[in-house]
């Protein structure tokens, strides 16, 4: 029964018949047990968790349950979801055949917390490999520029040991070419898609859609979102999004206006924002204040603080920083700095120092020393109105405050992969 419950959804239930199990002097066994953890983990037990995998483990203890790979597989787990990876190394580390899902299960906690070489570790001394593991790799290490090539790596490892690609590999490796804008690579692995089921599935083509699309190369992002079949909002918003961010503003809005119309597809919140950066970088300041409104009026989606510095924006590349004050003065909810960061950004663009005073004291007192860049806003500001001596008297204001921004850099793509170069370093 209490299988069942956990199995069905029906947690709490669960739960309910091992208070009863312990009530009536009865001893739950590891199954029991396991079930126990899987429950607590399973996503449908609320946010009050009545177990957590510690009280469990000293319950085992106290129990003098012997433990199998089950109960040991379930433990790992559980501790991996909560946080506790040192937890869940100790009792990987106890357990005589290491199976390939707790393999799993802790390269997935290591990458989650960024220590790659511990993951690699567990990773290279998993004996009987499968294409989950594979996959738990691939994916860890798609979700940095770093070490999205390491990725590729294990892709081509992987295939040559004659493991088949998942929908969730191929996912990620699309991920790992988007990050490093290796459209050649995704060309390739688009062309194995083409032969398998996968190639029509929403997920992949969203996928390829912001590859693509990340890669400059909307022509490509838009034969793919044509030839989808099925399109959910993820699809129409990456294609939005992608051409917006490319200087395709029109194409954006073109697509944004008949997603709407067609109202099949109910937009999300990154979605509207994409639409509002490409009226930003289009001028259109009516069009963006009718989208801003109807995110609440027609959707009941309250805007987040990146849409009010989206607006923010908007109205300061046109010219209106007086609108754009107004606007963010009239705000319900207190100005974070991404939102006096755009009104900033946009007085340096129109030349005015006084507007950038205020928006630059104003984010100062948000978030003045993890924005160094606010500071070098305001100095080129006041550079470009001749204001030397406030220049040279923020300059002494930043060293006494220990503040210093980074040396710029891009990212190139060479024979090598993708590298960044710094401002002043010859190719």
Request: proline share 2%; with cysteine.
């Amino acid at each position: 029964m209490i299988s069942g419950y956990t199995k069905h959804g029906f947690v709490d239930k669960s739960f309910d018949l091992v208070r009863e199990l312990c009530l009536s002097n009865e001893k739950p066994d590891g199954y029991t047990f396991s079930m126990i953890l899987k429950g607590s983990t399973s996503g449908n037990a609320g946010s009050r968790l009545p177990f957590t995998g510690r009280e469990v483990h000293a319950q085992i203890l106290k129990s003098n349950v012997e433990g199998d790979d089950v109960l040991y597989t379930a433990l790992v787990d559980s501790y991996v979801k909560s946080g506790r990876v040192e937890y869940a190394r100790r009792v990987f580390d106890l357990m005589l055949d290491q199976n390939v899902i707790c393999s799993t299960s802790m390269i997935t906690g290591y990458m989650n917390q960024g220590r790659l070489e511990d993951a690699e570790d567990v990773f290279h001394k998993t004996v009987e490999k499968d294409v989950v593991v594979y996959n738990a790799m691939i994916e860890g290490y798609s979700k940095s520029v770093e070490t999205a090539k390491k990725a590729i790596h294990i892709f081509i490892d992987m295939q040559s040991l004659n493991f088949r690609p998942t929908i969730s590999t191929f996912a990620s490796i699309i991920g790992a070419c988007s990050l490093l804008s290796a459209f050649e690579i995704g060309q390739q692995i688009q062309g194995q898609l083409m032969k398998t089921e996968l190639f029509t599935d929403i997920k992949i083509g969203s996928a390829l859609i912001d590859m693509y699309s990340k890669c400059g190369r909307t022509d490509d992002a838009r034969s793919i979102f044509d030839s989808m079949p099925r399109k959910n909002v993820y699809s129409w918003t990456s294609m939005i999004d992608g051409y917006g961010k490319n200087g395709c503003p029109n194409e954006s809005l073109e697509l944004f206006d008949r997603m709407i119309s067609e109202r099949h597809t109910k937009p999300n919140y990154v979605t509207f924002l994409g639409a509002l950066s490409a009226c930003a970088h289009a001028g259109l300041v009516a069009k963006g204040r009718k989208i801003f409104e109807c995110m609440d009026r027609v959707y009941s989606m309250k805007p987040r603080m990146e849409h009010y510095a989206c607006m923010v924006d908007l109205l300061g590349r046109a010219g209106s920083l007086n609108q754009a004050l107004q606007f963010v003065m009239q705000m319900s909810e207190r100005p974070n700095s991404d939102v006096w960061a755009a009104l900033l950004s946009s007085c340096r663009l129109h030349g005015d120092v006084e507007l950038a005073k205020i928006a630059a004291n104003e984010l100062f007192k948000v978030s003045g020393e993890s924005r160094p860049g606010a500071y070098v806003a305001l100095s080129n500001a006041l550079a470009d109105a001749g204001k030397w001596d406030s220049v040279s008297q923020l300059r002494e204001l930043m060293k006494a405050r220990g503040i210093s921004k980074g040396t710029g850099f891009t990212w190139i793509g060479t024979d090598a992969g993708l590298e960044a170069f710094h401002a002043g370093q010859s190719l």
